[in-house]
DNA sequence: AAGGTGACTAACA
DNA sequence: ATGTTAGCCACCT
């Protein structure tokens, strides 16, 4: 088992209508500092294992798609597809909709 | 086959 | 408080 299984298992444990972060996905995945990692897994196979790479945002809350190829816009359009709030700016509420690995929200 | 880059985060100065 | 350095593993050239 890779670290790149490991993530797309914890990216299809994330709840819909929810999001959550690189670092979250990082640790969940068992890798602490592996939030690049994360991102790049995703980058390469998002789309091959239909993953809901929407649902990953960085720690701010913003879209840091910088692939042309991953409009930030589609991010927006599925994530409010699923009733996650979304700025102007591409920004999610991490305090409302942020996903700590478990079912209930922020302590 | 080896080297460089990458959707990031956290810690140190 | 902000700015810079270090770290992770897989994919691509």
């Keep these: 088992m890779n670290f790149k299984d490991r993530v797309i298992k914890v990216v299809r444990q994330i709840p819909p209508g929810r999001v959550t972060t ?47 190829e991953h409009p930030k816009q589609a991010q927006k359009a599925l994530l409010e597809n699923e009733g996650v709030e979304v700025s102007e700016d591409f920004i999610v509420d991490l305090k409302k909709y942020g996903w700590r690995g478990r079912e209930n929200k922020l302590t």
């Design 22 to 68: 690189y670092g979250t996905v990082a640790i969940l995945a068992g890798m602490p500092r592996g939030s690049r990692l994360v991102g790049g897994v995703l980058h390469f196979n998002s789309e091959k294992y239909n993953l809901p790479w929407q649902r990953i945002i960085n720690r701010h809350g913003f879209i840091s798609t910088t692939c042309l």
